[in-house]
């Protein structure tokens, strides 16, 4: 098993050959990249919730009844649903 098929797997993406070749061709300078970084003097650097130096302005968070959607109109023809809910297949 090369590198690149170990990486394809522990990411769980499916490349094609050309893909393959290009990440083959890409992967040093990748690596050289993150060894750069890696090499970047950080200490006393203060950690960031975020990358702008601005505020950050959050709308509050609240419910408006009137965009709620209904099961009835367009929706009443959907066959999994439970009262007022959608019921969807497991996603993992």
Known sequence: MT?????????KLRLKSDEKALLKKQLPEIIEYVSRIKSLKTEGVKPTFHTSTGSVSLRSDTIKRDRRLRLNGKYFNISTKQKDYFIVDKVL
């Open 3 to 11: 590198l690149i098929d170990l990486l394809e797997q522990l990411s």
